[in-house]
């Protein structure tokens, strides 16, 4: 089966198809709709042969669709119909939860995704949980107001870097993971890890695409099968 991957974020929409090296994109940002997305997307990979899709989300994901609209896109994702729109099977995951599982070896591991917001999930022997840390209060603000991309552009790298250590140390503590994985595409902007963490292997999208397509072993791609395969409407 061959999959396309699409990975909707605040800034960019990367594309990415089984066989294929090169990841595409186009810009997002607070206009972009659903529908719109759609046409980009099919759009950008005419050239692609693929059989099924699987979307990263940035908010929570019920029964294959957006639970809520995007903080930081347009309106018109609750509800919308992937499945029509492309004419293919749909999988759509949370992006941080597709990130992490891209990246899960074992145990409890936190993932947090420092880029346009902060992304997060929880994975628990092999138990993936989609999480919305992002938008829980901090100092003056959310913890996405000072490790999000805002924050980053507000305060300069070198608060930023300090904030992503407070805001990870805090997280820690209160939810004790054997593992941390830093992702994101503001992570490249750490110059020192905080304790116990380690940074994404590969870039973010390719991450996605390995969890997608399978290529992190037996238990991914049984998830992926599973869910891609089931008929439209009905629940994971």
Request: aromatic residues 6%.
């Amino acid at each position: 089966m061959n999959i396309l991957v699409v990975d909707v974020g605040g800034t960019n929409v990367k594309i990415l198809a089984t066989g294929q090296k090169e990841v595409r994109k186009f810009p997002s940002g607070l206009k972009l709709t659903a529908r719109q997305m759609v046409l980009q997307v099919k759009k950008l990979a005419g050239d692609w042969k693929y059989d099924a899709v699987s979307i990263g989300y940035p908010g929570p994901v019920l029964r294959n669709r957006p639970a809520a609209e995007p903080h930081n896109l347009g309106r018109g994702w609750m509800g919308f119909d992937f499945e029509a729109a492309f004419k293919r099977p749909v999988k759509v995951m949370n992006d941080a939860a597709m990130q992490a599982l891209g990246s899960y070896r074992t145990g409890k591991m936190l993932f947090l995704g420092l880029g346009t917001g902060l992304g997060s999930t929880l994975i628990l022997d092999g138990i993936v949980g989609p999480m919305e840390l992002g938008h829980l209060p901090y100092k003056k603000g959310t913890y996405e107001d000072y490790v999000g991309d805002r924050g980053l552009q507000q305060r300069g790298k070198k608060q930023w870097r300090k904030h992503v250590g407070d805001v990870v140390e805090r997280l820690v503590a209160a939810l004790q993971p054997d593992d941390v994985v830093l992702g994101g595409g503001n992570a490249k902007h750490l110059k020192q890890l905080p304790p116990g963490c380690r940074v994404l292997a590969t870039t973010p999208m390719r991450s996605k695409a390995a969890s997608a397509c399978g290529r992190r072993g037996r238990r991914v791609l049984s998830f992926q099968k599973k869910t891609m395969c089931r008929p439209a409407g009905r629940s994971r």
